[in-house]
């Protein structure tokens, strides 16, 4: 049997950006998406703190060092600039593998850079 199971989450990450006519998705930091083990058009779901809006897109590399969070298109409607998000990626494995699964969770600063 396999279950979904989380991959890798970005925890609470501020909407720097929203772009209406964009073909869709969420542009996110390329450090973030390095220490969350996340990849360009990996598809994950995005979680509004601010609204408890809940969607899915996919992601494309922002500018490294750069902090953006953009959203894309139809979701730029749902998400507005200044928003606290949660990032989170889901991968499936066998039920045996996923009981010792240990995810990338990645808590950026309120600038949404990489604590050092």
Not at 9 to 21: C, D, F, S
Request: charged share 25%; glycine share 6%; proline share 3%.
């Amino acid at each position: 049997m396999y279950i979904e199971v989380i991959k890798s989450k970005i925890h609470r990450i501020k909407i720097t950006q929203a772009e209406l006519h964009y073909v869709g998705s969420i542009t996110i930091d390329e450090d973030l998406l390095d220490a969350a083990n996340m990849i360009e058009n990996e598809k994950v779901q995005v979680l509004n703190l601010n609204n408890g809006e809940r969607l899915e897109t996919y992601i494309i590399k922002g500018q490294r060092g750069s902090g953006i969070v953009c959203m894309n298109g139809p979701a730029a409607r749902k998400m507005q600039v200044g928003d606290v998000v949660i990032v989170i990626s889901y991968a499936s494995m066998p039920f045996e593998d996923a009981k010792i699964w240990k995810p990338s969770l990645v808590f950026p600063t309120e600038n949404n850079r990489l604590n050092k």
